[in-house]
């Protein structure tokens, strides 16, 4: 399996600023992921980072709240923008292994806490 | 209706019981069916992975699928403390896309 590291692990951040959580994976892979968790609730995929072109967004989430990148095939970055206190939430970082494209690893996760 | 339904538990058994979990979907098109172990403070681990219907033993786990009821089930025999810790399925088609139950959260207590 993939070893992920994600950072920071935990934030607390003002409502209005935004925070980039960072997301590297010790070998090359093709696709990375971003998912929201909120307290009692299922994962929510917020979009898939893609190397070279834009992140791919589900519905409900957009580029100008979420702005990813993906400069290399095994580093993203995720930024949440103009923070509100519903961006509470655990945000994770995850990546589909090579050999598989039906199983996900994760990364530790970052907490953040917007007051 | 959501697309997985997952029982929310908590549970709550003594070490060295067998834990139960169960998860429902309405998508007839998944194949492939994953179970994740998280714990706190933790992100989600792999901890089984089968395609299609049938059953799948790796030590202490099964993990059962029931595709034409729609229905897959993580069982832990003997289950121990270190057990303890939030059990999410997860399935997908073909791709990427996964589609996550709620979780449940088990304690085994000493």
């Known amino acids: 399996s993939a070893v992920i590291s994600q950072k920071p692990s935990r934030d607390i951040c003002q409502r209005g600023t935004s925070l980039t959580i960072q997301c590297q994976v010790d070998?090359?892979?093709?696709?990375m992921f971003w998912y929201r968790q909120q307290p009692g609730q299922s994962l929510t995929l917020i979009a898939t980072?893609?190397?070279?072109?834009?992140?791919?967004?589900e519905s409900g989430f957009v580029i100008d709240k979420f702005p990813i990148s993906r400069p290399n095939l095994t580093f993203s970055t995720l930024t949440v923008s103009n923070m509100s206190p519903e961006d509470s939430s655990i945000y994770l970082c995850?990546?589909?292994?090579?050999?598989?494209?039906?199983?996900?690893?994760f990364g530790a996760g970052t907490r953040l806490s917007v007051l | 209706q959501k697309e997985v339904e997952q029982d929310p538990g908590p549970l709550s058994v003594p070490e060295g019981a067998i834990v139960s979990l169960n998860c429902t979907y309405s998508?007839?098109?998944?194949?492939?069916f994953m179970w994740y172990r998280q714990y706190s403070r933790k992100g989600p681990e792999l901890l089984m992975y089968?395609?299609?219907?049938g059953n799948k033993e790796d030590g202490r786990f099964t993990a059962q699928v029931d595709k034409s009821s729609k229905y897959i089930s993580l069982f832990i025999r003997d289950s121990q403390p270190s057990d303890s810790a939030t059990y999410l399925c997860?399935?997908?088609?073909?791709?990427?896309?996964?589609?996550f139950g709620a979780g449940t959260t088990v304690t085994v207590r000493a």
């Open positions: 070998s090359q892979v093709t696709m």
């Open positions: 089968t395609y299609s219907s």
């Open positions: 980072a893609n190397q070279g072109s834009e992140a791919t967004y």
């Open positions: 998508n007839s098109a998944f194949q492939y």
């Open positions: 995850s990546v589909q292994p090579r050999e598989s494209k039906n199983i996900q690893y």
């Open positions: 997860a399935m997908t088609r073909n791709d990427y896309k996964l589609s």
